[in-house]
């Protein structure tokens, strides 16, 4: 059986897709097996960023490990798209990673239910937070909110099924240097908040202008040195110990962070 990672958050921009690429290479660099599904069927970013990555890698004629791309096709034989795929991948996989459009869709819910980990990066600030629990103004928990209570629905249904509990790490990105006030207001919230709603914070990752220049070509931090055209920056030195702390984090089966 493949161990299945999802990512998921219902708000969009939060480093969702970011955070499934750096992920599956990651994992696909460490030597698994890694297949990976697109779930956010109208962007696209994800599928778009492994194509990108086929394309440079074909046209420079590099080797670089990479993920599995898997499709969804129309439902048929009434298994639904989402079954289908993961059964498509599944022989050939220890991983597969499912990445979440950011909003409320069937699909998304669905993978929700079928998480062994999941990771829900978040932008620092409240208005990220307000989809995980409500706060009144003086800072305390109301209560949980709509996304958590989402994940608290597929930990239900997995729990009827029999199937294992989900491990769910909140990923704080997109990190500033400055902002030291906010930043420990909503590491704070989030603290009381994993004990009551039961996550684990990960290690994040800062805003670094990197992220967002790496998808043309399909490209991690973990493939600059390979590709040699690139100098390590101090900064980008400081995110690959910030992807290797979290992959370590995450605690995967059979996975030991040697990048
Ligand atoms: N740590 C980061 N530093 C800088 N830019 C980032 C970082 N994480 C994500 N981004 C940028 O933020 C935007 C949203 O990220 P994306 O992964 O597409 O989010 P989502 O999939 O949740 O909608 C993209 O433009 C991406 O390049
Ligand atoms: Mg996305």
Redesign the pocket.
């Known amino acids: 059986m493949a161990h299945i990672i999802v990512v998921g958050?219902e708000k969009?921009?939060?480093?969702?897709?970011?955070?499934s690429m750096h992920v599956a290479t990651a994992l696909a660099r460490l030597g698994h097996r890694v297949g990976a599904l697109d779930l956010d069927v109208r962007q696209r970013?994800f599928g778009r960023y492994l194509e990108n990555r086929s394309h440079f890698t074909q046209s420079e004629g590099l080797d670089l490990p990479t993920p599995r791309l898997g499709h969804l096709e129309p439902e048929s034989d009434g298994i639904d798209p989402l079954s289908r795929a993961i059964e498509t991948l599944e022989p050939d996989c220890d991983f597969i990673l499912l990445d979440c459009p950011?909003s409320h869709t069937k699909l998304s819910q669905m993978a929700h239910t079928l998480a062994d980990t999941l990771i829900t990066?978040m932008n620092d600030s409240f208005i990220d937070f307000d989809l995980l629990a409500r706060l009144s103004p003086d800072g305390r928990i109301l209560g949980p909110s709509i996304y958590a209570e989402m994940v608290w629905s597929a930990r239900q249904l997995r729990g009827q099924a029999g199937a294992g509990p989900i491990d769910w790490l909140v990923l704080r990105?997109?990190l500033g240097t400055q902002q030291m006030h906010n930043k420990r207001k909503v590491g704070g919230a989030l603290d009381t908040l994993s004990k009551r709603i039961g996550f684990r914070v990960a290690p994040g990752?800062?805003?670094?202008?990197i992220?967002?220049e790496l998808f043309p070509r399909g490209l991690t931090l973990l493939d600059l040195k390979d590709i040699g055209t690139e100098q390590l920056s101090m900064s980008n030195i400081a995110a690959r110990q910030e992807l290797r702390d979290l992959i370590a984090e995450l605690r995967l089966p059979g996975v030991s962070v040697t990048f």
């Open positions: 958050n969009g921009g939060s480093g969702k897709s970011t955070t970013s950011g990066p990105n997109r990752f800062s805003e670094r202008v992220f967002r």
